[in-house]
């Protein structure tokens, strides 16, 4: 069971008090995350719209590669905050049975593109 607790945290970037009702089993970081993510500061407003990007990516991924398996999504997921943050700009992973995953991050959205290659050759 998780309970609810009202947190009265500092945005880890401006210092003002954000008032937040969260589980209580949130860890520092987490909470901090929380703070940010409540403030109206220029660096939460980003992260919001960050988080937002993210979340819209993920569910793109989901529905892109939903016949490529698990591991795919997972792995693209896992890049996605990297890519709403702006820390990469675009990341691209080709899997064995050659179809290739990008993600590039836009201003307002992140874009997610799935590629598939069909390649035949002989060699003797
Ligand atoms: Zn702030």
């Known amino acids: 069971?998780?309970?609810?607790?009202?947190?009265?945290?500092?945005?880890?970037?401006?210092?003002?008090?954000?008032?937040?009702?969260?589980?209580?089993?949130?860890?520092?970081?987490?909470?901090?995350q929380q703070a940010l993510l409540a403030c109206n500061c220029s660096d939460g407003v980003n992260a919001r719209r960050a988080k937002q990007r993210a979340e819209k990516a993920k569910e793109n991924i989901n529905i892109l590669f939903e016949g490529d398996g698990e591991i795919i999504i997972d792995a693209l997921s896992n890049i996605v905050p990297a890519i709403a943050n702006n820390t990469f700009a675009k990341v691209s992973i080709t899997t064995e049975a050659g179809i290739k995953a990008t993600l590039t991050a836009k201003e307002q959205s992140i874009k997610v593109e799935r590629t598939e290659k069909k390649t035949a050759a002989l060699e003797s």
């Open 1 to 32: 069971m998780s309970e609810k607790t009202t947190y009265a945290i500092a945005c880890p970037v401006c210092g003002q008090i954000q008032m937040i009702s969260a589980d209580s089993s949130l860890t520092e970081a987490e909470q901090r």
